[in-house]
Each structure stands twice: as structure tokens, then as C-alpha cells.
């Protein structure tokens, strides 16, 4: 049998792990099954549990102490669903998606402020986040699934010990957890992990008990991450039901949930802040302070032209700080450093000097887009995910570089700070950096020309075949493929540089050794405390059957949990302090 493996391309970092030695837990002085719904008295703090009751009732505490951190916090909460149905080999392909995106707010229960002017999940369910079943969920869908109950006691449920387990660094105590036969429907049925040191509950898998008639609820593997010391936090969901009852018969669904933006609205934390934070006096030289080259007389007044090209970054700044304040640009860091790198490989082989600065950055979303916010290049963490080499990244970058090279219209009304007054939820609507029909078209011959003088030109097969496997699979995912603030991959009924596809070898996807599209969500790694993004530290996988590729799909969370510690809350506070 052939086989393939996903290459680790020039701009992905190597992978390495330290392997754990074996170590058991303490001993509980474990009771089996915990049938007393009274609270056992706690150990002095810092001290081990004396019996399994007592780690339970630890447990039980941080949950609820949790839910009080929730409630002051307002994190993004995306959703990315597919439903998928079987082929003639049984290999379920998607055929439909949906796509959310929010704002998570926890009062007495979990409820969701839309960035998508449509009804949330929290509220409405399924049936109306996606419009194509007829199921609802209780009780309060996706957003429901970050924490196990809002009521969680040991009145309501029995737990019983299974074993004990690491999941990474984190030795985790595995216990089974089950509502009550009294208990009221909705209650959590399945499995928490919970640590050994604070005993947070990590990581929970299961699904609520006793739906409603004509109601289900999916099951689901939620995880959380130590963002602060001794704080775990909400990060992952991953939610799958392989026989769904729909109006077109039975049908398999995927979700993933992810959460970030934690520290946007912080306990404490405030825009006045920054006053208190310790300021860089401007050096002379280069006097515009906003990226814009005048080497005649630094010193001097600009020049017209100059003053033009200052209200433009100006009006690019102010887009883009807004868009990293509401929680939907990453702060600047290493992977922007990487498209930066891939940038300037085009724009000097092609002898190109643009005068203002070109920067990238990374757009924290899961569908498919980028677009330029005049001299600044925007790609979409859903886009970095699924390229499959660094030739399919030069293809994205050059087409944007090609709006700028070409000069098309940048329109500086954000220059204006009034115009960035208005809530997060309506950034969609109220900022557009969408193109005309045309200047995609022109940018797109551009970007051909640039392509061909470029380090990349010899590799363009690949970025070709991902264009072949985006328009086979287009169809089936538009949420994924529907650009939000800028355009997205498809033009019409075509593609974005669709001419690469003439070179590039026929799309097989029956080929193991054929890889044209990633999966989602294995190439950038979110801090969601911080919204920092890095390059995931993977290995190349060997694949065995070609289902295994996978492109654009959605597969589980298996987070390598760490535990944080003061040194390294420190470390990803002063990272944050970057410049735009």
C-alpha cells in the first residue's frame, strides 16, 4: 500500500516531547461510589484529600467557583458545525455547515451575544443555528457544553472512581459521573477528569440526561486550559453524533466550539490601563511614526504626497486596533513574522518597492478568507490551517500583495475615530474591506506574474491542487468558504486565481500519497487568555487509508494540557505589549 505523509513545510516549527516518567496518584483511602450528598469537611488547604468523597468535594467547589470567574468574563465562543453523510465505502464526506460566532455571556446561565445577526445557539438550538434539522437542544445548546451544570451538587449526582490518568503534564483523577434517579432532566451524564493539584475539572465528556420529546442532546468532549496560574479556563468543545434522525434521513455531525478573548474584558481591566504604562519617546528621523517612508528631510513638515499616505495608515491602524480590541485580530507575534517573511521573498524577487511598509497579520476566524486593510495583509486562522505548504501560502499572499502593488482604493473614512463607535457584535457589518469584481480580477493576473519570478514558482502544483480540492468541496461548506470582512477564495461561481488549477495535477482523492487540503485546526495554536497564536509544534503522520486526509474537515480536540506557572503568566503579559 502507498503511503503519504503531511510534510512539515519551511514555515512550521520542529516537534518535540519530553517524555513523562510513569507516576501514580497518592491514594484517595478511595470509597468506590459516593452516595452521601452531604459536603465532607475539606482538608487544610494545600493538603492532599484524605478519601475519594473529599476529592470529589474539591471538585465540586471549583466548579462552582468557576462559574463565578465566568461571570465576569466575556470570551468569543465560535462554532463550526458539518453534517456528513456515508459514501459507497461508508466514509462520511460533509455535505452541509454551519458557522457561528459570538460573544459568550455567563449570568445565571450561559447566553451568547451574535456577531452574526442571527439567532444565537444558546437561545434558539440547533434547529435554528443550522436550519436543517428539526431537533433543539437543552438546555442551552453549545454554549451550554463549557461548564457540566449550573447546578452541579453532590445531591444531584453519584460518582464513582475509575482510574487515574495523565492527559499531557497533568495527572488527572477519571471519574464516571451520574444524575440521580430523582435528579431533574438536563443534568450532565459521563466522564471528568480532574486534576491532582487544585483538582479543577479539565476535562468533561459526555451528555445531559432525559431530553424533551422531540429533543435530543449531542454528546460532547469539552476541555479546558490552565490560563493563569491555578485558573482553568473554558477552551475546546468537541461535539459528535454519528446517527441523527433528520427530515433527509439519518446523518453524522461534527462541531467544534473554540473560546478566546478571556483578557479583553478581564476582572479590573480597563482602556485607562495603558495610561499607567511606561511610554517611548519618538526619535528623530523618521518623523511620521506611522510607517510611511520620507527620507528627503525627516525632520520637516510631510509633503502632500506623504500626508496622504499618513492619513491612510492612520485610517489602517485605527481598523486594525478595533479588530484586535473586539477579540477578532491576534495580537502581533511569530506567525505574522513568518507571512511577513513570505511577503518579502515576492515582493524582492520581483525588485518591488512599495514605500509604505507591508505587514501581516492573522485573523483569529475559522472560515476561509483574507484581504488587505490598506498596506496591512489579513489571512484567516481557518485559511493558515488548511494550506498544505508554503507554495499555497505565497499563492494567498501574493494576491493581496498585488492590491497593493497595484494601488486600488483604500477608502480612509477610519481615519475618523467616530466611526469605530459602535458595539463588537456589529463589527461585521460595520466594517468592510471587501474588493471590487474587478480589482480581484487584476489582482489576480498580478499575482501570476509575481508568482512566476518568485522562489515559489517551481511549486505551484500544490497551490493548484488546493484550488482543485477547495472548488470540489466548495459546494457542501459555504459558512466555511463565506468571507466575513474581507472577499473570500470563490469569485461567481469560480475560484481566486483559479489559472494555477491548469497546471496542477488532477485531484484524487483515492490517492493516500495526494495531500491538496489539511484538515482544520492542526496548524495554529490560540492562547485564549491572551489571543496570542503560534505555529503548533506537529509531527508528520503517516497515513494508512485515504480517508485519513481529511481536507477541510473537523476532527477532535486533544489539547497537551501544562500547567502554568508565574514565570510564564509573566511571559505572555509582556508578549502582549506589543506594538501594532
Given at each position: 500500500m502507498r503511503r503519504a505523509s503531511y510534510q512539515a513545510v519551511l514555515f512550521l516549527l520542529s516537534f518535540f516531547v519530553v517524555p513523562l516518567a510513569a507516576q501514580d496518584f497518592p491514594s484517595f483511602g478511595v470509597q468506590p461510589n459516593t452516595s452521601d450528598a452531604a459536603v465532607t469537611p475539606?482538608?487544610?488547604?494545600?493538603?492532599?484529600?484524605?478519601?475519594?468523597?473529599?476529592?470529589?468535594?474539591?471538585?465540586?467547589?471549583?466548579?462552582?467557583?468557576?462559574?463565578?470567574?465566568?461571570?465576569?468574563?466575556?470570551?468569543?465562543?465560535?462554532?463550526?458545525?458539518?453534517?456528513?453523510?456515508?459514501?459507497?465505502?461508508?466514509?462520511?464526506?460533509?455535505?452541509?455547515d454551519q458557522y457561528f460566532l459570538g460573544r459568550l455571556e455567563m449570568g445565571e446561565s450561559p447566553e451568547d451575544v451574535s456577531f452574526m445577526h442571527k439567532a444565537g445557539f444558546a437561545r434558539s438550538g440547533l434547529s435554528k443555528l443550522t436550519g436543517i434539522y428539526s431537533l433543539h437542544f437543552q438546555p442551552l445548546g453549545f454554549a451550554q457544553m463549557v461548564?457540566?451544570?449550573?447546578?452541579?451538587?453532590?445531591?444531584?449526582?453519584?460518582?464513582t472512581f475509575v482510574r487515574r490518568e495523565f492527559l499531557g503534564e497533568v495527572r488527572c483523577a477519571v471519574i464516571d459521573v451520574q444524575p440521580r434517579p430523582e435528579a431533574s432532566p438536563g443534568r450532565f451524564a459521563g466522564r471528568i477528569w480532574v486534576e491532582d493539584q487544585d483538582y479543577n475539572i479539565v476535562r468533561f465528556n459526555g451528555t445531559y440526561s432525559h431530553p424533551a420529546k422531540n429533543s435530543l442532546y449531542l454528546h460532547f468532549d469539552s476541555w479546558r486550559l490552565n490560563l493563569k496560574p491555578g485558573v482553568w479556563l473554558p477552551a475546546y468543545v468537541y461535539s459528535e453524533e454519528s446517527d441523527l434522525e433528520t427530515r433527509s434521513g439519518r446523518a453524522r455531525v461534527k462541531a467544534q466550539t473554540r473560546l478566546w478573548g478571556y483578557d479583553l474584558n478581564a476582572p479590573g481591566k480597563s482602556g485607562n490601563d495603558e495610561f499607567t504604562q511606561v511610554l517611548i519617546e519618538a526619535q528623530p528621523g523618521i518623523g511620521t511614526g506611522l510607517g510611511v517612508k520620507?527620507?528627503?528631510?525627516?525632520?520637516?513638515?510631510?509633503?502632500?504626497?506623504?500626508a496622504e499616505r499618513m492619513w491612510e495608515r492612520l485610517a489602517e491602524d485605527n481598523a486594525i486596533e478595533r479588530l484586535q480590541k473586539v477579540g477578532?485580530?491576534?495580537p502581533p507575534g511569530e506567525v505574522d513574522k513568518v507571512l511577513q517573511t513570505v511577503a518579502d521573498n515576492l515582493l524582492v524577487s520581483n525588485n518591488i518597492d512599495v514605500q509604505s511598509e507591508v505587514r501581516c497579520?492573522?485573523?483569529?476566524?475559522?472560515p476561509l478568507e483574507s484581504f488587505t486593510i490598506g498596506h496591512t495583509i489579513v489571512v484567516s486562522r481557518g485559511l493558515l490551517d488548511v494550506l498544505p505548504d508554503e507554495a499555497s501560502l505565497a499563492m494567498v499572499l501574493a494576491h493581496e500583495?498585488?492590491?497593493?502593488?497595484?494601488?486600488?482604493?483604500?477608502?480612509?473614512?477610519?481615519a475618523f475615530n467616530d466611526r469605530l463607535f459602535f458595539p463588537d457584535e456589529q463589527s461585521f457589518q460595520r466594517m468592510d474591506f471587501k474588493r471590487r469584481v474587478a480589482d480581484e480580477e487584476s489582482a489576480d493576473a498580478k499575482a501570476l506574474d509575481l508568482l512566476k519570478n518568485s522562489p515559489y514558482k517551481d511549486k505551484l502544483g500544490s497551490a493548484g491542487l488546493f484550488l482543485r480540492a477547495l472548488q470540489h468541496r466548495a459546494p457542501e461548506l459555504p459558512n466555511l468558504i463565506r468571507p466575513h470582512l474581507g472577499?473570500?477564495?470563490?469569485?461567481g461561481e469560480g475560484l481566486r486565481m483559479s489559472a494555477l488549477m491548469t497546471s496542477a495535477p488532477q485531484l484524487d482523492e483515492q490517492r493516500v500519497d495526494q495531500i491538496a487540503a489539511l484538515p482544520l485546526g492542526g496548524r495554529i495554536k490560540l492562547d485564549p487568555w491572551s489571543d496570542h497564536i503560534e505555529l503548533a509544534h506537529i509531527q508528520p503522520v503517516t497515513l494508512a487509508l485515504a480517508?485519513?486526509?481529511?481536507?477541510?474537515?473537523?476532527?477532535?480536540?486533544?489539547?497537551?494540557l501544562t500547567r502554568l506557572t508565574g514565570a510564564q503568566a509573566d511571559k505572555v503579559t509582556v508578549a502582549g505589549s506589543g506594538s501594532k
Open positions: 475539606h482538608a487544610a488547604p494545600g493538603a492532599a484529600p484524605g478519601s475519594f468523597d473529599e476529592l470529589v468535594d474539591r471538585a465540586v467547589e471549583r466548579e462552582h467557583q468557576l462559574l463565578t470567574q465566568l461571570r465576569n468574563l466575556r470570551p468569543m465562543v465560535e462554532t463550526y458545525l458539518q453534517e456528513l453523510k456515508p459514501d459507497a465505502n461508508g466514509t462520511g464526506y460533509p455535505i452541509n461548564v457540566l451544570d449550573t447546578d452541579f451538587e453532590k445531591k444531584n449526582y453519584t460518582f520620507d527620507s528627503t528631510n525627516p525632520s520637516a513638515d510631510p509633503t502632500p504626497i506623504i477578532l485580530l491576534a497579520r492573522v485573523l483569529i476566524t475559522a500583495l498585488s492590491h497593493i502593488v497595484l494601488g486600488h482604493q483604500f477608502d480612509p473614512k477610519l472577499n473570500g477564495l470563490a469569485v480517508k485519513e486526509k481529511r481536507p477541510f474537515e473537523i476532527s477532535p480536540f486533544f489539547p497537551y
